[in-house]
């Protein structure tokens, strides 16, 4: 069955980087997009950028160009997100999710807490 | 402030139906799909409506999308207790070349 499984929880100080995994499985990794959608404790869902895992091309949200990063090791069927300058407005639940916009399959969430 | 508008939340009492508003633009609901996503608490949000009113394999009847120009609806009919949850729109926008969510609704079952 098809799962993306991402790293645990993590806490870092402002100005710290963080980079969140998401593990792919059960189904060909380089045929559909991965996003990443991130939701603050009590608010909503904010798209921050999606990746072709073929073609290795990224988008990003205009709020998150040049502090966002997001790679992939198709080797591993593993997507990652790099959150750079962080700040504690980034503290949030991250999620990776399968797909352009229509988000069948998501990953559990990793908290980043952003505290000094 | 989000590119689409919802209200923050609605309510009704089990077997009423209700309906979850969506207001966008042009370049977006206007123009693209509308997805509706179910995120109950503590969990992922879960894919109920895409494309045109298709709901996924699991998801009842019950739940149905519709469109008009630049604004989008949520009908859940027959409320039932488990359908207490955040509500949320999603559409791709072409303006800004990425998908775009709705702030949520928060649905209360009385």
């Known amino acids: 069955q098809v799962q993306l499984v991402q790293s645990g929880a993590e806490v870092r100080k402002p100005g710290a980087s963080v980079k969140v995994s998401c593990k792919a499985s059960?189904?060909?990794?380089?045929?559909?997009?991965i996003n990443w959608v991130r939701q603050a404790t009590g608010q909503g869902l904010e798209w921050m950028g999606w990746?072709?895992?073929?073609?290795?091309?990224?988008g990003y949200a205009q709020k998150f160009q040049g502090r966002v990063t997001i790679t992939r090791n198709t080797s591993i069927s593993t997507a990652y997100m790099e959150v750079s300058s962080l700040r504690s407005e980034d503290t949030a639940v991250y999620y990776c999710?399968?797909?352009?916009?229509?988000?069948?399959?998501w990953g559990q969430g990793t908290l980043v807490t952003v505290s000094s | 402030q989000s590119v689409l508008t919802q209200p923050p939340s609605a309510s009704g009492t089990p077997g009423q139906r209700v309906t979850i508003s969506c207001s966008g633009s042009?370049?977006?609901?206007?123009?693209?799909?509308v997805y509706w996503y179910q995120q109950l608490p503590g969990t992922a949000p879960k894919l109920l409506i895409y494309?045109?009113?298709q709901r996924p394999s699991g998801v009842p009847d019950r739940f149905s999308g519709s469109k008009s120009g630049t604004s989008a609806s949520l009908a859940i009919s027959g409320l039932r207790s488990e359908d207490e949850a955040d509500y949320y729109c999603?559409?791709?926008?072409?303006?800004?070349?990425?998908?775009?969510f709705g702030g949520g609704t928060k649905l209360t079952v009385l």
């Open positions: 990746m072709n895992p073929n073609s290795g091309n990224t």
């Open positions: 999710a399968r797909g352009r916009i229509e988000y069948t399959y």
């Open positions: 999603a559409v791709w926008d072409d303006s800004l070349s990425g998908p775009v």
């Open positions: 494309r045109k009113n």
């Open positions: 059960g189904y060909t990794f380089t045929s559909y997009d």
């Open positions: 042009s370049s977006n609901i206007g123009s693209n799909y």
